[in-house]
């Protein structure tokens, strides 16, 4: 079945500090790959996608992910985060064009001064 | 700005009250999804609109009641709902089910009491 697991329910960091959110998905021979971030009380914002071509992909706010396909993940880095990127991040992907969006359970990024 | 605009952003409602949520998208897109954040799940696809034809509906208790009049509206009316009802209920849009990147909306907020 086609499935996408964040491995980190909630990722505490300080500011300043690198961050990894982990993302993995199942395996198939067409998938799209997406991260969306929620800030408190607000709805979905693409961060950054993976369709096709050059497997390191640069999102907004400075991040970037890392398509990996013999390990099916796609996982999200910053090298240095702010307070202002405490959020809840969600790793999705798109099986097959005109499937279903299959999201992961979501990481909750904290930030802390 | 996501191009995504749902009404209201807040809702308070009875169990035997009948309202509705309200969504817009001025990105000229031919699709549109309704989808349901609850507390520590993942999101739940809940209705796919394509050029106004409902193309997916998984399982959705017959007391959501989703209308596309056209391609830019989405509606989804609300009737004798339960309390494990109330969630983020979350618009979604994107050039059509072929589409490959889906923008959301800021959500509405749904309390039943």
Not at chain 1, 65 to 87: C, G, M, W, Y
Not at chain 2, 24 to 33: K, P, R, T, V
Not at chain 2, 54 to 60: G, K, P, W
Request: glycine share 6%; proline share 5%.
């Amino acid at each position: 079945a086609q499935s996408v697991t964040q491995l980190d329910s909630q990722v505490p960091v300080f500011e300043e500090a690198p961050v990894e959110l982990r993302c993995n998905y199942s395996s198939s021979v067409s998938v799209y790959l997406f991260w969306y971030v929620q800030y408190p009380n607000q709805g979905l914002q693409l961060l950054l996608k993976y369709l096709s071509g050059s497997t390191l992909v640069k999102g907004i706010n400075g991040f970037e992910a890392e398509f990996n396909k013999s390990q099916t993940s796609f996982h999200l880095r910053k090298p240095s985060v702010h307070i202002s990127d405490t959020a809840e991040y969600f790793c999705a992907a798109l099986y097959n064009q005109g499937g279903k969006l299959i999201f992961g359970q979501g990481t909750e990024l904290s930030v802390k001064p | 700005e996501t191009g995504v605009t749902q009404t209201p952003r807040h809702l308070v409602m009875g169990m035997t009250n009948k309202k509705s949520l309200k969504c817009e998208q001025h990105l000229g897109h031919n699709a549109m999804y309704w989808y349901k954040q609850s507390a520590k799940k993942p999101l739940e696809l809940m209705f796919v609109y394509n050029f106004k034809e409902q193309t997916e509906n998984n399982s959705v208790p017959s007391r959501f009641s989703p209308e596309c009049p056209n391609s830019s509206h989405l509606f989804l009316h609300l009737h004798t709902l339960q309390p494990e009802d109330s969630a983020l209920y979350l618009c979604a849009s994107s050039q059509d089910r072929g589409g490959n990147t889906i923008y959301f909306g800021e959500g509405s907020w749904l309390t039943v009491v």
